[in-house]
């Protein structure tokens, strides 16, 4: 019973996980040299069951309210690529290694919500932080890495 997704991961957790599981020998970050305060690109990470519950708060909210709305689902705080590195290290016991490649043509520094409107019109925040959001990473990883065994 094979888990694994089936094409190659688009976003930073699953090749952090891989990486730390020995699937792949390093991490790739794209770019060093933005104007953060480790000059890795930020972005706002989010644990994927306050991803869920963000969804199930928007159906209920559409369900009471007619129209069109934008809110932005997110923890509302960015991480950095080697803040994350170093929380998967402490989550997983296992180094992450990695190398610094060129940037990506349009790639920017720093992107992260604004989630004011979620927490005041559907009545969500995210609980999970970094650290929860890696444990459950590392442990649908190595989860899955033994049931593809069986």
């Not at 997704?5 to 991490?27: C, T």
């Not at 994927?48 to 923890?75: F, P, Q, R």
């Not at 995210?126 to 899955?144: P, R």
Request: proline share 5%; glycine share 8%.
């Amino acid at each position: 019973m094979e888990k694994t997704p089936r094409e190659f991961p688009k976003n930073l957790m699953p090749f952090v996980a891989q990486v730390a599981a020995g699937k792949l020998p390093n991490l790739n970050i794209f770019g060093n040299d933005y104007e953060t305060h480790d000059g890795t690109w930020v972005r706002d990470y989010i644990h994927v069951m306050d991803l869920a519950e963000g969804h199930l708060a928007a159906l209920n909210y559409l369900s009471k309210n007619v129209g069109l709305t934008t809110i932005n689902l997110g923890a509302g705080t960015g991480y950095s690529v080697l803040e994350m590195i170093k929380a998967f290290e402490l989550a997983s016991g296992r180094p992450i290694p990695y190398q610094v490649k060129e940037r990506r043509p349009g790639d920017i520094g720093s992107c992260y919500a604004r989630v004011e409107k979620a927490f005041i019109d559907l009545q969500w925040q995210a609980k999970h932080d970094v650290a929860s959001m890696c444990h459950t990473a590392w442990a649908w990883e190595t989860n899955s890495a033994s049931l593809s065994k069986v």
